[in-house]
């Protein structure tokens, strides 16, 4: 009984070098979008555009009515129906529709699609046949054969063109769910202008325990009815059009549903239903002898833990669906095993499972991430939990680990997950079911990058770049070049280089192993860029060769009356960077002058030398804390000024060119030949 969700980037971008890592980003994620794209049950990414603020231009395609209706029954089987009827206004509404995509699970889901029915302009009408809708595996599970009831119904639409109306329903049915009889929903009417009308109905079984959660300041005009007999009840909402406003287009994708509806009482009870199905497997002796050999090699509890999980991360493959998307059913730990492959749920459970068969090694569990800030003054939804991990206490510290992502340190979970609360599975007696993922990584956090740059008489510039990374932005490279192929790195360090602000043509590229994930990750690439400076100008000025140092933009005012927001300085992170450059003979450099700045929060320290026809530069800048008050504003933007201020300095370079050599004079004529 899944709920759609938008699929979002897997990590979010540190403050440091983020154009480098936004570009290296945005190819792994697209590559992600190749291997498999998550179909979406509303058509045309309709949660997309909910996101997204209204324009005063036309859609696309204007959604001009939609219908939602779900009945439940005391089993909790259900029926799910949608029918919408859209307006197609240009060609980019014919490609956005040109295919609707229903993902579901045919274990305990089935998809029905009953009426495709086009209505011209002109009047004529057509209705697409049974024989343009397939049902294929999703395409993240092809090669996966355990998950070939994750499948993708598809229906596509020929003959569409701007003007015309295309109607459809879509009746989804899930029967024998593995959390049943339990199920919940929650649903966010469209604030973006692209629905014009929208109703939506539940109907529920009279003697179900249901919770139903009405957001109290929607922004929306909506009729809201309710209907009772002995045995069901419903509730209907209707969104009419006219009450779509400016109003609307400010409500927080970060808020609450408008409507939640649950029959699990607490979160204890979402606890208690899914971790028998998560991890119904207990260290049978087989799975015990598995771990013994797995771990062998280690001398303490702790290497044989990390000799675990280096194998459940690194040599189980990654089967990425969503969360959820199994009903979190898992499969036995030697069948994962012996198929080499598993979706997150099972990563986690196996790890979970192998770890409690080492003797006095640490109590591995599953636990759920959650979006919820305060989850325990929030009703419990399956739609609330976001992630799998396993929390480990292991060597005196607790570790929260992400086995999934398969180049992982150990303890090194992405950024935007650290601090957020978790849902434990398997209580503490001293605890309730929450906790807080740890909000620093298991190591110091730090960036070294390294330039040794040549200057040519002839203006070329050629460079040796190599980086060196702990910490967040590691994790963010490690995944980028371990799912790109290695004939892609060199158009990875295009990227890099771009960011850095080379313009040149990378010529080589080396980076060392991804799963190598107990030391930095480091890239090496080589550039070269002909006619980097124009020796005819006089002087010539460069900066230095060195990334800039991304820092968090200075507080924007506060509204009247808000209290000022303190400045999100994240993980404490020491960033240092060198240069080294070897100029033409002939050439006489100038350098800036060095910056030191000293704060609590933060430090930073530049230095630039000449030694004959060598100079160097450094910048180093160590961020102590995590944010800085609001009442510093003032010295914050102070400290922000002297960097800038620094960066924005150049080199000198006045080259001295060697006089052109006059042509050698010519000697006595000789004398002139004697007539015989």
């Not at 919408?84 to 956005?96: D, P, W, Y």
């Amino acid at each position: 009984m899944t709920t759609t969700r938008l699929s979002a980037p897997p990590f979010p971008l540190p403050r440091i070098f983020a154009p480098l890592l936004l570009i290296a980003l945005a190819v792994c994620t697209i590559r992600a979008q190749e291997l498999a794209q998550k179909p979406a049950e509303k058509p045309t990414d309709k949660e997309a555009e909910k996101t997204a603020a209204p324009v005063k231009t036309e859609n696309p395609a204007q959604i001009e009515l939609l219908e939602t209706h779900y009945r439940f029954e005391a089993n909790g089987d259900r029926r799910k129906g949608v029918h919408a009827r859209v307006h197609i206004n240009s060609e980019l509404g014919v490609r956005q529709f040109a295919r609707l995509n229903f993902d579901y699970n045919r274990s305990f889901e089935s998809v029905e699609i009953p009426l495709v029915h086009i209505t011209h302009p002109s009047g004529g009408t057509a209705d697409i046949l049974t024989s343009a809708i397939t049902d294929q595996p999703n395409p993240a599970v092809v090669n996966a054969p355990a998950y070939q009831d994750v499948r993708v119904k598809s229906v596509r639409i020929l003959g569409l063109e701007p003007g015309d109306i295309l109607e459809y329903r879509i009746i989804t049915t899930t029967t024998h769910h593995p959390l049943a009889p339990d199920f919940w929903l929650d649903h966010t009417f469209d604030h973006s202008g692209v629905v014009s009308q929208e109703f939506f109905d539940i109907d529920v079984p009279a003697s179900s325990k249901v919770q139903l959660h009405v957001a109290p300041d929607s922004p929306y005009e909506i009729i809201e009815s309710e209907s009772r007999t002995d045995a069901r009840v419903a509730y209907r909402w209707h969104r009419q059009p006219e009450k779509v406003g400016a109003q609307a287009a400010t409500h927080s994708e970060s808020a609450d549903p408008d409507v939640i509806l649950t029959t699990f009482q607490d979160w204890s009870g979402v606890v208690n239903r899914i971790a028998p199905v998560l991890r119904g497997n207990l260290a049978l002796p087989e799975v015990v002898a598995k771990a013994a050999e797995l771990s062998q090699s280690g001398a303490t509890p702790e290497d044989k833990f990390r000799a675990l999980y280096d194998f459940v991360s690194q040599k189980i493959l990654t089967v990425d669906l969503p969360l959820g998307t199994t009903g979190f059913r898992v499969r036995p730990p030697l069948d994962v095993i012996s198929s080499g492959y598993a979706i997150p749920e099972e990563k986690c459970a196996l790890l979970s499972v192998l770890g409690s068969g080492i003797k006095d090694g640490p109590i591995a569990t599953p636990a759920l991430t959650l979006s919820l800030d305060t989850p325990k003054d929030k009703p419990p939804r399956i739609s609330a939990l976001s992630r799998v991990l396993v929390e480990a206490s292991l060597g005196g510290k607790n570790l929260w680990l992400d086995p999934s992502i398969e180049v992982a340190p150990l303890g090194l979970v992405p950024s935007d997950l650290r601090g957020k609360f978790a849902l434990r599975l398997f209580s503490r007696a001293d605890s309730d079911d929450f906790d807080r993922i740890t909000k620093d990584p298991p190591f110091a956090a730090s960036q070294r990058v390294n330039v040794s740059a040549t200057l040519a008489s002839d203006g070329k510039l050629t460079a040796k770049v190599h980086y060196a990374l702990r910490g967040d932005n590691e994790l963010l490279l490690r995944v980028t070049f371990h799912q790109a192929p290695k004939e892609k790195w060199k158009d990875l360090a295009q990227l890099l280089s771009l960011s850095d602000g080379f313009r040149g043509q990378v010529t080589t590229v080396n980076a060392s192993d991804p799963y190598a994930t107990r030391g930095p990750f480091m890239v090496d690439y080589e550039i070269s860029m002909p006619k980097f400076v124009d020796w005819s100008k006089k002087p010539v000025r460069i900066p230095a060769l060195l990334p800039q140092l991304g820092l968090p933009d200075p507080p924007s005012r506060p509204a009247a009356g808000a209290a000022a927001s303190p400045i999100e300085l994240g993980t404490p992170l020491e960033v240092e960077t060198q240069m080294t450059l070897h100029l033409p003979p002939g050439t006489n450099p100038r350098t800036p002058t060095g910056t030191s700045v000293q704060r609590d929060y933060a430090t930073f320290a530049s230095q630039y030398s000449a030694k004959g026809l060598t100079v160097t530069a450094s910048r180093h800048i160590h961020f102590l804390l995590r944010e800085v008050s609001a009442e510093r504003a003032a010295d914050y933007n102070a400290f922000l000024r002297a960097v800038l201020s620094d960066q924005a300095q150049d080199f000198t370079l006045d080259r001295q060119f060697a006089p052109a050599r006059s042509a050698k004079p010519a000697g006595p004529a000789p004398p002139p030949a004697q007539k015989p």
